[in-house]
């Protein structure tokens, strides 16, 4: 069962600052031996990156010590043509990038959707859905046909849209019979409340099990990804006789 965990946020001063506090919380849970983490969209100062990889410098070489997938947000490009999420792998290199499909609001303005639903594959088969996705069914169950166990949500809402966001989240997961990790950043606007939503199945009902979070925290947990592997084939399957 992988050990799959998220981090939540809250303000910075500095990109400095910030990348280096969030990195003793991941070596905190590099030490309880967590596989995979996700933080939040757009979570730093300066939400421009122009180089990934001496950014996240820190993080890098966190995920090569104890073997980690980090998911270590979802940024603006150099140019703002997109907004990306890369993927820290294990060896500690940025083994690819999920791209916005949905930008939101103001920012269909200044960045390019992107095309492709993508699955990783390291302690485990997941997804990323950059937070406005999270809205529309297509993302999460294409990633889940495309064979996805779990799936990971960069996310910043603002406090006023936290109700909602909490119901897209489970339904997605119940929808798709998939685990999903949504972390978000807390302060003045940013609601926080970063949600972890797990299922079980007994009689043929499945439920959802919700973990919230405060302030700047963390979360770890073991996941069974098996135990909905059934249940999921069955319910895509119901759904491909729908005409």
Excluded at 133 to 140: E, G, N, S, W
């Amino acid at each position: 069962m992988p050990k799959i965990g998220m981090v939540q946020t809250v303000n910075y001063s500095t990109n400095e600052i910030g990348i280096s506090k969030v990195a003793n919380i991941l070596q905190k849970l590099g030490k309880k031996e967590t596989e995979i983490v996700c933080l939040p969209e757009q979570w730093l100062k300066n939400n421009i990156i122009s180089d990934f990889d001496s950014e996240f410098a820190q993080f890098k070489k966190i995920a090569k010590d104890y073997g980690m997938t980090i998911i270590p947000g979802a940024f603006y490009t150099k140019n703002v043509t997109h907004i990306i999420s890369p993927v820290i792998g294990p060896k500690g290199d940025i083994i690819g990038h999920q791209k916005k499909i949905h930008p939101f609001d103001y920012e269909i303005d200044t960045v390019k959707p992107g095309k492709e639903a993508k699955i990783f594959k390291t302690a485990c088969k997941f997804g990323i859905i950059i937070c406005y996705d999270m809205v529309f069914p297509k993302v999460a169950n294409a990633l889940a046909k495309k064979g996805a166990q779990i799936l990971l949500s960069p996310s910043r809402i603002v406090r006023r849209g936290i109700e909602p966001w909490h119901m897209y989240v489970q339904v997605r997961a119940l929808e798709n019979r998939i685990p999903i990790l949504a972390a978000n950043v807390e302060n003045r606007r940013f609601g926080g409340q970063s949600i972890m939503i797990d299922l079980s199945e007994k009689n043929k009902v499945v439920n959802t099990k919700v973990t919230k979070l405060k302030g700047e925290n963390q979360i770890v947990k073991d996941f069974n990804l098996d135990k909905l592997v059934k249940s999921r084939k069955k319910r895509f399957s119901d759904s491909n006789n729908f005409k």
